[in-house]
């Protein structure tokens, strides 16, 4: 019998220090809770994406009308040193933005609408001079052409099902122009708030956060992407009214009309970082081979144009903007291809805006410093 029991000692002292060894019951190793944690983190970073562009409608205005009220705040501030309320200052200044915009709107109306009356009768000028590329020009034509009846001839055993009725070019010109009246009412409505309601909203986030600590934090990274992103807006308003200036003083150099219209162009261009340039150069040459005699005064608008920006870019503004904002330009392609993907041509313009944002606040968060630095150029 006592061996029997000194048999038994050791296996039940065995069985104790496994049991001790497992993990408790429900829970989980480390390992898992970390994949866990980084699938659900994914998870929840496409969901907000998905969010993002199916609620465009109404998250695009509210992200643009924040931009704004970064650029506009210090007029308002202004007008609160001059003792005008909140409220009224912020009135005075969505009316005279608005103005403003409807103003240059209705001197750009006749001669945009002169240039369009211009576009048939130019067309065969510019196939003309574009005789070269004529072959490959047809190839291209061709291919699309048998792409889209292969698109549109069903198969026989296809079931073809209208949800929605052609509306033609005159129906899409409406829906299209009433979403934009639909942002743009959004958008000043929610500017208005922004701006007279001044700094409530970071009044109250300072009061919800617990610790001192997180209280200063929060108003320093408020203050640095106020201060930063208001003068980048600032700084690049000014330098694209410049070479609004610029461009409009030189196509009236090389024999454009309507300098205005151009001027106004190359500074609405010039916010899209790139592929603004690049399409104004595309624009400008177009319009030169379709009213410029001669194919080398034909090219001056569009050489003319790149000369100014390549001052602008790589001299100018780079000194103005090189303390503050330097990002990795590659980053900045890809937002600028994913923000146009997710947003159109309103997502390429805040591209820029939304990367320094994030930059700001990476390097004053201690967890996000290195994708800060990671940000940087």
Known sequence: MTPDLQTSEPASSGTEIDVEASPPDGSSAPGTNRLQTFFLGGLFIFATLAALRYASAIVLPVVVAMMLKLLLQPVVRFFQLARLPASLAALVVILFAVGSLAGVVAALSVPASSWAAKLPEGVPRLEARLMALKSPIQALQN?????????????????????????????????????????????????????????????????????????????????????DISSYLVTITGMNAAVGIATAIAMR?????????????????????????????????????????????????????????????????????????????????????????????????????????????????????????????
């Open 143 to 227: 291919l699309i052409q048998a792409t889209e009846r292969i698109a549109s001839s069903p198969s026989p055993d296809a079931l073809v099902v209208s949800t929605q009725p052609d509306l033609g070019l005159a129906g899409a010109l409406v829906a299209g122009t009433q979403a934009v009246a639909d942002g743009l009412l959004t958008m000043i409505i929610v500017l208005y708030f922004l701006l007279a309601s001044s700094d409530v909203f970071l009044r109250r986030l300072v009061e919800v956060l617990p610790r001192f600590a997180d209280k200063r934090q929060a108003v320093e990274i408020t203050s640095q992407i106020e201060a």
């Open 253 to 377: 150099f090389s024999g454009l009309d309507d300098p205005l219209l151009w001027g106004t162009t190359a500074f609405l261009l010039n916010y899209v970082p790139i592929l603004g340039p690049l399409t104004g150069i595309v624009i400008f040459l177009l319009a030169g081979m379709l009213t410029i005699d001669g194919l080398g005064a034909a090219f001056l608008p569009a050489g003319l144009f790149a000369l100014i920006h390549i001052v602008e870019g790589e001299l100018v503004t780079p000194m103005l903007l090189a303390r503050r904002f330097t990002v990795n330009p590659v980053l900045l392609i890809l937002s600028l291809v994913f923000w146009y993907w997710m947003w159109g041509v309103p997502g390429a313009i805040l591209a820029m805006p939304v990367l320094a944002v994030t930059k700001i606040v990476c390097d004053r968060v201690e967890s996000l410093r290195p994708l800060g630095h990671f940000l940087e150029g």
